[in-house]
């Protein structure tokens, strides 16, 4: 009878492992910190264990991994860059993706010579003894088709380290190198979910990017809620954009635009959409009380955010604008509406149409805050000092609705 090999009985552990997690949804970080933990229980002389992955996020460009025994492991992002950096250009990884090399295996204690990877020499300081790098590509292969070094590879570069007198035994690469690619189908299934978390949530919003990927996604499927709708739009937007240059509009608006959603999601609220150069957001907290007064909490906090903005704008020479918002709480229907090949998860409903006739009433009033009587009455008691400014019929709404500002005191 032939004797188990223990290193098959090695292998088919790791990969059993990896292919388990993988099902199971296990994130990133958790994935790799167990890789890595796993492989040190296998008898592998780890010391240290790098990945480095390319990331479809609007603020970063990638994204690393480093776990070092005895500390664990750290998650990492790269911002979006034209040019690689110096540290990069002149690390092994590097080296595996632009050369074409499938692999770096080099030994830090048989050599006298410093290595031309700065990283490895660094590594050999602290007591590294081997190193190990490789890929694996999530592209499909095309041989004959010219490579473009601006475009973002998908896949994963990984590198090993060890520390051992001896370094990594044949038995501990060939562990690595079998295991490979379960380790990069697993990642992959991990970097697709999160990838289509980021993008949903920046896109359709925290609160509409968790209801959609929770399978809220059946046309006409609406939920009827009470909530705090919040109608923010810019002053005086349309004659600038007519006055400066093309990038200055849409650094200005980005600008205005990141302090609202900022201050908004400070105050546990939800962007519903963008319009132009304003937005539509909406809270929903817990009973329509708690709504209005986080809603208005809001207000007082884009006041010294906005007037902050525009005091290091104007120190910057750049154009400066105001703001106006519009506040009103009712019910809502939230969900999905469109057609079959496109839906939008938003709001519709009595209360996001009254809130846009009050958004009509700042120039007539002088007021850059409007708030209904409805976020008035549910907010009390609260913070803010409310002022009245008169009752006043609204088209389209039966009753009279009396309007509401925010009193400012001097400081």
């Known amino acids: 009878m032939t004797a188990p090999d223990p290193d098959a009985a090695k292998s088919i552990d790791l990969i059993n492992w990896l292919v388990t997690r993988g099902l199971e949804g296990a994130d990133k970080e958790e994935l790799l910190e167990g890789y890595c933990n796993r492989l040190v229980d296998l008898g592998v002389p780890l010391m240290r264990f790098h990945a480095a992955q390319s990331a479809l996020h609007p603020v970063y460009g990638g994204t690393g991994y480093s776990w070092y025994h005895g500390q664990g492991g750290e998650y990492q992002t790269f911002e979006y860059s034209e040019q690689p950096s110096e540290q990069w250009q002149q690390s092994p990884l590097f080296a595996i993706l632009n050369n074409e090399v499938d692999a770096i295996h080099e030994r830090l204690v048989d050599q006298n010579e410093p290595s031309r990877f700065p990283l490895l020499n660094d590594l050999r300081e602290i007591g590294a003894t081997d190193y190990y790098a490789t890929g694996v590509s999530f592209d499909v292969p095309t041989h004959n088709a010219p490579k473009d070094a601006k475009k973002a590879v998908d896949g ?76 923010f739009d810019l002053e005086g937007f349309t004659s600038l954009s007519e006055e400066l240059p093309g990038n200055e509009i849409i650094e200005m608006l980005n600008d205005y635009l990141a302090v609202a959603v900022d201050v908004v999601h400070k105050c546990d609220g939800s962007i519903l959409k963008f319009m132009g150069d304003g937005l539509m957001a909406m809270f929903d907290v817990g009973e329509i009380d708690a709504d209005a007064r986080a809603a208005l909490g809001a207000v007082v906090e884009l006041q010294k955010r906005m007037a ?74 609260c913070a803010q000092d409310l002022i009245s400014v008169g009752r006043y019929m609204l088209r389209g709404v039966a009753e009279p609705k009396e309007l509401f500002t925010v009193y400012d005191s001097p400081k």
């Open 156 to 231: 994963v570069l990984l590198s090993w380290t060890s520390d051992a007198p001896e370094g990594f035994q044949d038995s501990d690469l060939s562990l690595i190198n079998t295991a490979l690619p379960h380790l990069g189908l697993a990642l992959k299934s991990a970097s697709n979910a999160r990838v289509s978390k980021d993008l949903m949530r920046v896109y359709l919003g925290r609160d509409a990017g968790r209801r959609v990927l929770s399978g809220e996604i059946r046309r006409g499927s609406l939920q009827q809620i009470d909530a705090v709708i919040w109608n």
């Open 308 to 381: 902050d903005l525009n005091t290091r704008r104007t120190a910057d020479g750049l154009p400066v604008s105001n703001y106006t918002l519009a506040l009103h709480a009712g019910e809502i229907l939230y969900g999905n509406i469109g057609a079959e090949t496109r839906l939008d998860f938003t709001v519709i409903g009595p209360a996001v149409n009254q809130t846009a006739r009050i958004a009509g009433m700042h120039r007539s009033l002088g007021q850059r805050i409007l708030i209904s009587d409805d976020v008035a009455r549910a907010a009390q008691p």
